[in-house]
């Protein structure tokens, strides 16, 4: 099937303890996207990349790395996890940037909690 | 800071009336509007898609846009309990999508 995958897709960890998130995607896009999503249900952008280099850095903390392989995969690696970190990661992808093409395609989300 | 404002809801409406959503946005260069659905627990779907002043139909669903109001909606008709999700609007700026808040659509049998 073509579409956005993400594992794993329920994490429960305790503060402190260092995990990741990885997203593939089979769509042939070039940019892909991870986004939080928390309690209050709000969208928001944390990375992109655009065919593996990074073009979003919004403020989030330096806890958060991710990394892009090749264009096709983007991991999530979370330092040191807090109560604050707990909320639903969704990585999604669209075709290439300035192609005039922005739909975003979502995986199925991780969802994260931390005790 | 450009913005997407949507109406949080929840927003009730009977089964079979026209829902209508709506959502303004700050960026007037912006081209491209989306509309998505998020069911709870699940992730966002895109439905629905408009570039152009004016209407876009696709089946139930309809986008209208107002780039002079900088202002875009999507029209239910024939509302169904399966539609009750709640509704993203996201509009492109500066090479990404800005995202609303989403409007809580509960269709009432």
């Known amino acids: 099937d073509t579409a956005v995958s993400q594992t794993p897709k329920y994490l429960v960890t305790q503060m402190g303890n260092d995990k990741s998130i990885k997203c593939e995607q089979n769509?042939?896009?070039?940019?892909m996207y991870w986004y939080k999503q928390d309690s209050k249900k709000f969208l928001k952008i944390m990375f992109s990349?655009?065919?593996?280099?990074?073009?979003i850095n919004e403020t989030v903390p330096n806890r958060f790395s991710p990394k892009s392989p090749d264009k096709a995969h983007l991991n999530l690696h979370i330092n040191s996890l807090e109560l604050g970190d707990s909320a639903v990661y969704f990585c999604?992808?669209?075709?290439?940037?300035?192609?005039?093409?922005?739909?975003?395609?979502f995986g199925p989300g991780t969802r994260l909690t931390v005790t | 800071q450009k913005e997407v404002e949507q109406n949080s809801g929840p927003l009730s409406v009977p089964e079979g009336a026209i829902a209508s959503l709506n959502c303004t946005y700050s960026?007037?260069?912006?081209?491209?509007f989306f509309w998505y659905r998020q069911y709870s627990g699940k992730s966002p779907e895109l439905i629905m898609f408009?570039?152009s002043n004016g209407d876009k139909e696709d089946g139930r669903f309809t986008a209208q846009l107002n780039k002079a109001s900088q202002y875009v909606s999507l029209l239910i008709r024939d509302s169904q309990p399966s539609d009750s999700a709640t509704y993203l609007c996201?509009?492109?700026?500066?090479?990404?999508?800005?995202w609303g808040a989403g409007t809580k659509l509960i269709i009432k049998p």
């Open positions: 769509l042939g896009h070039d940019t």
């Open positions: 990349y655009n065919n593996k280099e990074l073009i």
């Open positions: 408009i570039y």
């Open positions: 996201a509009v492109d700026s500066n090479y990404q999508l800005i």
């Open positions: 960026d007037r260069g912006s081209q491209s």
């Open positions: 999604a992808s669209s075709p290439k940037v300035g192609s005039g093409s922005y739909e975003q395609y």
